[in-house]
């Protein structure tokens, strides 16, 4: 089974920075990596899917990135409802689909 | 509008079981793929199970397999997920989940789009 690997588990950032998360799969899974926001209390909401394409209704100040195993999550100018926990997804080929560990973005 | 309504929240004992539905409304629920989608307290998300549109394909995690059963009554838009042999190690938050298949060129690509609130499940003694 593919495995996906973040990085950092969590950081802390000021309203306004720039963050970038990573996402390792296991083996190739070409661009079939989506990105979730999940807030405390809240149902998880997704924010990217294959790789790059930004789900309606998402600011474009998150944008993806990456191909093959590796693939990056970056958020510009950081706005406090953006303090979440992140995770990627692989959809590749049939389930099952992994999801990262998370990466907890907290404010400094 | 588009909603997932998850039920069947309870406290079982180890070794019990519990059902857990999905009802569905606001789309043409038998043309989607649905799955399970659990966090345990303090933990990430993890997959449970799929179950696809049509004739359904039916797949689990490692860690249930065996012991929970997802099924679909597409006259009810309702999905299930039948948990036998429950473990302390099943608590969780337990969501029901869309998957929308969007084609980006000539690829399409599965991405779990709706989700419901989740419901809570307590295995303990």
């Known amino acids: 089974d593919i495995q996906m690997t973040q990085s950092p588990s969590s950081l802390s950032a000021f309203v306004g920075d720039s963050v970038t998360i990573t996402c390792r799969a296991s083996?190739?899974?070409?661009?079939?990596l989506n990105w979730y926001q999940h807030q405390p209390g809240k149902a998880p909401k997704l924010l990217i899917y294959?790789?790059?394409t930004l789900q309606g209704g998402v600011p474009s100040r998150f944008s993806g990135s990456g191909s093959g195993t590796d693939f990056t999550l970056t958020i510009n100018n950081l706005q406090p409802e953006d303090f979440a926990t992140y995770y990627c997804?692989?959809?590749?080929?049939?389930?099952?689909?992994?999801f990262g560990q998370g990466t907890k973005v907290e404010i400094k | 509008e588009e909603r997932l309504v998850e039920s069947g929240r309870g406290l079982v004992r180890p070794g019990g079981s519990l059902r857990l539905s999905c009802v569905a409304s606001?789309?043409?629920?038998?043309?989607?793929?649905m799955n399970w989608v659990r966090q345990a307290p303090g933990k990430g998300l993890e997959w449970v199970s799929s179950?696809?549109?049509?004739?359904?394909?039916?797949y689990y995690a490692d860690s249930v397999k065996g012991r929970f059963t997802i099924s679909r009554d597409d006259t009810k838009s309702t999905l299930f997920l039948e948990m036998n042999s429950l473990r302390v190690e099943d608590t969780a938050i337990y969501y029901c989940?869309?998957?929308?298949?969007?084609?980006?060129?000539?690829?399409?690509?599965?991405?779990?789009?709706?989700w419901g609130q989740g419901t809570m499940l307590t295995v303990s003694s």
């Open positions: 294959a790789a790059s």
């Open positions: 997804q692989q959809s590749y080929r049939a389930p099952p689909w992994a």
């Open positions: 179950i696809t549109s049509g004739r359904p394909y039916i």
């Open positions: 083996q190739f899974i070409s661009t079939y």
């Open positions: 989940v869309r998957a929308t298949g969007a084609a980006v060129g000539l690829n399409v690509y599965d991405a779990l789009d709706m």
């Open positions: 606001g789309f043409n629920f038998r043309s989607y793929n």
